[in-house]
């Protein structure tokens, strides 16, 4: 019988850090609204990922999945680099 593989979340969104090796950070920006008070608010989560080959720089636009825990802080790997900064 196949096993089928659970469906994994994927982010996409621009990359704020480089500085380590094997492993950069991702900003998502969302903009939601004030449920009570009706105003739209900014929010951003930062996402560190694991990148292999260390391609990301700074400003690109990547996709990630998430992935087994690879550190404590780490549990998502980069798919593909969807747009170069310039």
Same mark, same amino acid.
């Given at each position: 019988?196949? %096993? ?8 996409i969104?621009? &990359? &704020?850090? #480089?500085?380590?090796? %094997? *492993? /950069?950070?991702? @900003?998502l ?5 004030? =449920?009570?008070?009706? $105003?739209? &608010?900014?929010?951003t #989560? ?5 990148? @292999? ?8 636009? &990547?996709?990630? #999945? @998430? #992935?087994? =825990?690879?550190?404590? *802080? $780490? /549990?998502?790997?980069?798919? @593909?680099?969807?747009?170069? /900064? $310039?």
């Amino acid at each position: 019988m196949e %096993k089928k593989r659970n469906l994994r979340k994927e982010r996409i969104g621009v &990359v &704020v850090s #480089t500085k380590m090796q %094997k *492993s /950069a950070i991702l @900003e998502l920006k969302r903009r939601f609204k004030h =449920p009570k008070y009706g $105003k739209f &608010v900014n929010r951003t #989560t930062r996402i560190m990922f694991h990148d @292999e080959k260390n391609d990301c720089h700074l400003g690109d636009k &990547v996709r990630i #999945t @998430e #992935t087994r =825990p690879l550190s404590k *802080s $780490k /549990a998502w790997r980069l798919v @593909e680099i969807i747009e170069r /900064a $310039k």
